[in-house]
């Protein structure tokens, strides 16, 4: 017979029921308890799928020893979690060396807190490098021995794009400062016709020799600065962007300007007189405006502006240039009464190709001057006023060194009693050479080709030879091995070679089988004086 349990007490049967109650709590809060467990490992799951569906490669490291990677790993480096489980990191690097290295700079970030950021190449399984990008944390920033997650991402095509990238904006910067090299040779081609236009006009008036001999020096240095833009170019082909300022010179800007303003008067006084108008130059230099440069590049800039200056007049107007120094800087002023530029246009005037003279202008100008000015640390600023003219003004740092006094010493005129051969397939070249060595040495022989050269040797004694390099047919280097070996056969002293070129030679960098025979490179043009100096070194 079933007993029945029978409470008499009020305070049992609250009791009981608290106990009850305390049951269905319990329940639910194991219910909850499963539920959260579930929706836990579902979210894990997840995160696993995640992790391994990832195409990065996730690796797990504690006390530096691989303890779980993902298949992404796998995918970008070959290795598997039984290739490296318990393994340390450097298993995976190709240089132990580099990756004590390497791993002290990770794990000192990742104590800091930093986020590691890092690019190398790691060990594949099967023996080649793999460029990765390298990010990680720690599992807990509060307790660094749970382990650290690094994550591996394949950089290899997107370095290889970057490489097509920077190709590309070499490419642009080429054709960019090939157009900045024919402005700036439109220019000096401008000056030297001008300049030959008007020693004819003096010359043919039997007047002013003075003037005559003035119009040639300005051709002379037209020719010069002409020369040391074709070597920037040069350099920029030996990737060499940046023209080092620790080779710089001490540049009188003040000189520079007004040396730049004679040089330019056909643009802004002939030209304009023929076309019946008329440009007024005012000139203000100051005192001690001396800069840290390279005299070639900064004449350039003032040209640039100076130009820009005049065709900015086209129906006449005032140009002026000024220099000042002052609080450490040094100021160069170009301003003319031109047409000025819309201040919608002032923001786009530095830009390579922005032109406002269709097609009269290659927008180089300013774009070239205004890397020139930025390499030598200066600064280049525009004011305008559309219809009322433009101001250019430009600051560089003032140079605080000593100033040296610097006197040019013409080369001693040496007397050879010597045989000269000068070779060059362009009969003008050979001509002038001659004519310049005339007074240094007294039988000078020409030849218009290596084959004709190789015959004037074979049949007369040569003590000096004088070749250039780019000739059709036989190239000044066959030359001077040819003239090398005849000399061994015939048993003969070989003659002191000289290799004349345009092309950007430097013996010091080339191969010195390629240049068997040569004993000294000049390149061209080159003047009077140093040739004669080169010569003289060498014959001594």
């Known amino acids: 017979m079933q007993k029945k349990f029978v409470l008499n007490d009020e305070n049992q049967r609250r009791r009981l029921q608290e106990y009850i109650f305390g049951l269905e709590e319990a329940s639910e809060t194991v219910e909850a308890l499963s539920s959260e467990h579930q929706s836990l490992k579902h979210s894990m799951e997840i995160l696993m799928a995640v992790l391994e569906g990832s195409l990065h490669g996730i690796i797990l490291l504690r006390d530096n020893k691989f303890v779980w990677l993902n298949e992404g790993f796998t995918k970008v480096l070959g290795w598997e979690f039984a290739d490296l489980s318990g393994a340390e990191l450097e298993r995976i690097f190709p240089d132990q060396n580099e990756c004590k290295r390497v ?17 190398y190449d790691f060990l594949h399984k099967d023996g080649h490098r793999v460029a990765c990008s390298l990010t990680g944390r ?114 009188d800007l003040s000189e520079m300007a007004d040396h730049a303003a004679l040089m330019t008067k056909p643009l802004w006084q002939s030209t304009p007189q023929k076309h019946g108008f008329t440009i007024s130059l005012s000139t203000e230099f100051g005192d001690l405006c001396v800069i840290s440069g390279h005299k070639n590049e900064i004449f350039e800039v003032i040209i640039n502006l100076i130009k820009n200056a005049v065709e900015a007049m086209p129906k006449g107007g005032d140009l002026f240039i000024r220099t000042l120094a002052n609080d450490g800087q040094v100021l160069l002023e170009v301003k003319d009464t031109g047409t000025g530029i819309k201040k919608e246009n002032l923001p786009k005037v530095f830009q390579p190709f922005w032109t406002t003279k269709a097609f009269i202008g290659t927008g180089m100008g300013l774009a070239s001057s205004y890397g020139i000015v930025q390499r ?12 009322n003219g433009t101001s250019v003004v430009i600051s560089f740092p003032q140079f605080t060194g000593k100033l040296q006094e610097t006197q040019s010493v013409e080369p001693e005129l040496k007397t050879h009693h010597l045989n000269v051969l000068l070779i060059d397939d362009l009969e003008p070249v050979t001509d002038s050479l001659k004519e310049m060595l005339s007074e240094s040495f007294g ?46 056969e015939k048993g003969v002293v070989k ?4 290799l004349l070129t345009g092309w950007d030679v430097h013996p010091e960098a080339s191969d010195a089988k390629i240049l068997k025979g040569v004993d000294k490179v000049l390149q061209k043009p080159i003047t009077q004086s140093r040739l004669l100096e080169e010569i003289n070194s060498l014959l001594d």
């Open 138 to 251: 720690p599992v807990d920033d509060s307790d660094f021995s749970k382990g650290v997650v690094l994550v591996f991402s394949d950089i290899t095509e997107k370095l290889k794009a970057e490489e097509l990238l920077l190709q590309n904006e070499r490419t642009k910067a080429i054709l960019e400062l090939s157009n900045g090299v024919a402005h700036n040779f439109n220019n000096l081609l401008q000056v030297i016709m001008g300049n030959c236009q008007l020693a004819q006009t003096k010359i043919k008036s039997f007047s002013s020799p003075e003037q005559i001999l003035n119009h040639l020096d300005q051709i002379m240095d037209s020719a010069r600065y002409g020369s040391e833009t074709v070597k920037r170019l040069q350099n920029f082909s030996r990737h060499k962007w940046e023209t080092p300022l620790g080779s710089s010179l001490v540049v």
């Open 443 to 488: 039988n000078i022989l020409t030849a218009n080709s290596g084959h004709e050269g190789i015959e004037i040797f074979n049949s007369k004694r040569i003590d000096l030879i004088l070749c250039d390099l780019g000739m059709p047919g036989f190239s000044g280097i066959q030359m001077a091995n040819r003239v090398e070996d005849i000399s061994r």
């Open 103 to 119: 791993q002290k700079h990770i794990f000192s970030d990742l104590q800091e807190d930093k986020t590691v950021n890092w690019n």
């Open 376 to 387: 030598h640390q200066g600064t280049i600023n525009i004011t305008s006023q559309y219809g």
């Open 495 to 498: 003659p002191k070679f000289v």
